[in-house]
């Protein structure tokens, strides 16, 4: 199998998703609609519970001790998360949003262009903190093969759906999201070979796990976390990771 087809596959799911779900939601009341963006809420935080709970994993727990992997993600999310703020990376996120949406759409009316922006950032928050967007690149990389990918394209597609019948076309344009976040890992598999340990990659996914909790709450309407910010904290877990362990 050709390296990054995984990528190639899951950017057109999440295009034609996003297509089937825009056209439908015009159709569908707002109410409607909002009870769509409630569910997205809760399966995405059913999806970060059983990311976090990688915290537990044996092999995070060997290499740092068994009372160091929670001081490991939150670690990972402080430091990530000053990083990211002052970097900015939430605003730059959404004025990326803002730059597509003039560019992909003729509208002007400013509600229009904040559900577009809503949509994209919200959409490409769950399409690539998610675990299988590192483990399943990194293996696609490495030359193990895209199945995790794959799996990933259509759980993406499905996802796309929901979201854009909420949000509009602003999710379709997460599809450039995932191909530069994903090809950047494929790439950086494909150049490094095997370099990060099952500890590492635990302590990746709980971190990522709890970024998407940030987002359910954002679809869920209780808190607007600047989740785009914490972002740097998925390349803190695994540094950590090797600190910890060469101290203990």
């Known amino acids: 199998m050709i390296t990054g087809s995984g990528t190639a596959v899951n950017v057109a799911t999440v295009l034609v998703g996003s297509a089937i779900g825009a056209l439908a939601g015009n159709r569908l009341a707002p109410r409607t609609r909002d009870l769509v963006t409630d569910a997205l809420g809760l399966v995405t935080l059913l999806i970060a519970a059983l990311s976090a709970v990688a915290v537990t994993d044996p092999a995070l727990a060997a290499a740092v001790g068994p009372h160091a992997p929670l001081l490991i993600v939150l670690g990972s999310l402080v430091i990530g998360g000053i990083v990211g703020s002052l970097l900015r990376l939430e605003q730059r996120v959404e004025a990326l949003g803002g730059v597509l949406q003039r560019r992909l759409s003729r509208s002007s009316d400013s509600a229009e262009r904040a559900r577009f922006i809503e949509g994209f950032v919200t959409a490409s928050l769950v399409f690539c903190t998610g675990?299988?967007?590192?483990?399943?690149?990194l293996s696609d990389g490495l030359g193990h093969g895209a199945d995790q990918l794959y799996l990933k394209a259509t759980l993406d597609g499905f996802a796309a759906i929901a979201f854009a019948a909420s949000f509009g076309w602003g999710v379709s344009a997460a599809a450039l999201t995932v191909l530069v976040a994903q090809g950047s890992i494929t790439l950086l598999g494909a150049a490094l070979g095997d370099v990060l340990s099952d500890a590492a990659l635990a302590a990746i996914t709980a971190s990522g796990g709890l970024m998407l909790v940030g987002v359910a709450l954002r679809l869920l309407r209780i808190r607007e976390i600047a989740v785009a910010d914490l972002l740097p904290g998925l390349l803190v877990?695994?540094?950590?990771v090797e600190l910890v362990a060469a101290f203990r």
């Open 237 to 240: 877990a695994p540094l950590l």
């Open 131 to 137: 675990p299988l967007t590192i483990l399943g690149s």
